[in-house]
C-alpha cells in the first residue's frame, strides 16, 4: 500500500474537487455541536470538553483492558494484521494496557466502512465502533484509531496548539473547518509532539493544495507513521502506569 493511498483515507476518504472547493475558516470561535468530526465519532461528554469543561473528562477502559471483537462481517483476511499491529503496540506502551479480543462483553467492534474512524474513549452507555475497511488496515491507521478509542484527540487540537503551530485557515476547505478546533477541557502531560501517530499532516484538509498546518518556523510537517514516545507517555499518564 503507498503511502499516498494511506493518506487519502487518513483525511477521511473526502475526495475534494480542488476547482470547485471552498476556502477559508474563521480563526477564532470554532466550536463544535456535532457529534462527528473528522475520524472521531464524539460522545456529549467530549463535546463538553472539546468547548472548555474541564470537568468532562473522558472514562478510562476498566481494568486497562480495551475490549474488542470483529463484526461477523468484517473480512478474515485483515484480522492476524490487526491482531498483530495491537500486540506490537502494546509493547510499544510498555504493556500500560492489553488489547483483548472476546467474543461475548465487547463494547468494541471493528467493522467496515468508508474511511477510517473510531470512536473516542470508552462508554459503557452505547456499543462502540472501529472502521477499518481495507486501506485503513496498515501499522499508523490501526494505532491511530485504536488511540482515539483509548480517549485522545488529535495532537493539532491542543489548548496550547497556537504556541506551536501556524494554522493557516484560509486553505482549510471551508466544510472541514470543525476539524481545527481547540479542545479546551484536554489535560496535558507531555510537551507538544511534531511526530505523534495522532499529528496530522501539513496538507491536511487543504482546499487548494496548499499546506494547512505548519511549524511556527514555517517548516511542514510529515504523515507520521509510528508511535512516539510521547505519544506512549501519555497513554501512560492517562492509565496510571
Not at 494496557?97 to 473510531?118: H, I, N, P
Not at 462508554?123 to 485504536?146: G, M
Not at 473547518?177 to 499529528?199: A, H, R
Request: glycine share 8%; proline share 4%; with cysteine.
Amino acid at each position: 500500500m503507498t503511502l499516498k493511498t494511506i493518506i487519502s483515507f487518513i483525511t477521511l476518504s473526502v475526495v475534494i474537487e480542488l476547482c470547485s472547493a471552498q476556502c477559508g475558516c474563521t480563526q477564532k470561535g470554532i466550536k463544535i455541536s456535532n457529534f462527528n468530526v473528522g475520524d472521531m465519532v464524539l460522545s456529549s461528554q467530549d463535546v463538553l470538553r472539546i468547548n472548555g469543561f474541564k470537568a468532562a473528562q473522558g472514562v478510562h477502559w476498566p481494568n486497562k483492558l480495551l475490549r474488542y471483537t470483529f463484526d461477523p462481517s468484517y473480512p478474515d483476511k485483515n484480522k492476524n494484521a490487526i491482531r498483530e499491529f495491537l500486540k506490537i503496540y502494546e509493547k510499544e506502551l510498555g504493556n500500560c494496557l492489553r488489547f483483548l479480543e472476546e467474543k461475548s462483553d465487547v463494547y468494541a467492534t471493528v467493522v467496515l466502512g468508508g474511511g477510517c474512524s473510531a470512536n473516542v474513549g470508552y462508554n459503557k452507555n452505547y456499543p462502540l465502533s472501529i472502521t477499518l475497511p481495507d486501506p485503513c488496515v496498515n501499522r499508523r491507521n490501526v494505532k491511530h484509531e485504536f488511540t482515539h478509542l483509548l480517549g485522545f484527540m488529535h495532537e493539532h487540537t491542543r489548548p496550547d496548539r497556537d504556541q506551536f503551530l501556524k494554522i493557516e485557515f484560509g486553505n482549510v476547505h471551508s466544510g472541514l473547518c470543525n476539524n481545527f478546533y481547540l479542545c479546551e477541557g484536554c489535560k496535558l502531560t507531555t510537551t507538544y509532539d511534531f511526530d505523534s501517530i495522532m499529528q496530522y499532516p501539513s496538507e491536511a484538509f487543504s482546499c487548494n493544495g496548499k499546506d494547512t498546518i505548519l511549524k511556527k518556523n514555517g517548516g511542514k510537517i510529515p504523515f507520521n507513521m509510528e508511535v512516539t514516545k510521547l505519544d506512549a507517555k501519555k497513554v501512560r499518564d492517562y492509565y496510571g502506569c
